[in-house]
């Protein structure tokens, strides 16, 4: 994905800012990237209850002047389309559908190892998965961030295998072509009596 601003790396994280999104962990991770690269943005689409806290730490250095608030948008393919990598750094998720549009739009990500994420993205991108444990966490995802701002090489590679994985296993068809396999193979084994 270009970047929207020549020389500069732009990251977006989307989602409700509370607590178990982490987006102070994010900013801690920033914070130790801005010491090695400076010309790395973050993008915040999203809005909620820790968004003043969140806008208080932003303002501080070194990240004042690095984090953007944009609140909740809609819709988003277009600033997918703006951005040059996603983060999520939540203690929590689920299937984030945030996630397969990101990747959809070609974007790599640098992620808390969380929920499905794992299993949502392709094996190359599991390399900058960051585990949530031993205190360590906000520093890995520096890391992480650091790898994709400075190897455009890398950003491209893992963009396109993003998007083959959605092309793969998360299109309409793909998914009703799933569920239609697991029927199909439920109604040959035959159904239990009570169904």
Request: hydrophobic letters at 45%; glycine letters at 10%.
């Amino acid at each position: 994905s270009p970047a929207s601003r020549a020389g500069v790396f732009e990251v977006c994280v989307v989602g409700h800012l509370r607590e178990v999104k982490n987006v102070s962990r994010l900013l801690g991770a920033l914070a130790r990237v801005l010491l090695r690269h400076d010309n790395v943005h973050l993008l915040l689409l999203g809005d909620g209850p820790q968004r003043q806290m969140l806008e208080e730490r932003a303002a501080e250095s070194p990240l004042g002047g690095h984090v953007h608030f944009a609140g909740h948008q809609s819709p988003l393919g277009p600033w997918y389309r703006s951005m040059d990598a996603f983060a999520i750094s939540s203690d929590s998720e689920q299937m984030p559908i945030a996630l397969i549009e990101e990747m959809a739009s070609g974007l790599p990500v640098a992620s808390t190892d969380v929920g499905d994420v794992r299993l949502v993205l392709p094996e190359p991108q599991h390399t900058l998965l960051v585990p949530v444990r031993g205190g360590t966490t906000a520093e890995r995802l520096a890391i992480a961030l650091g790898r994709l701002a400075t190897d455009t090489e890398l950003r491209r590679t893992l963009g396109a295998a993003n998007r083959e994985r959605v092309a793969e296993h998360y299109t309409l068809e793909g998914m009703v072509s799933a569920h239609r396999a697991q029927w199909d193979g439920a109604l040959a084994r035959g159904l239990p009596a009570s169904v």
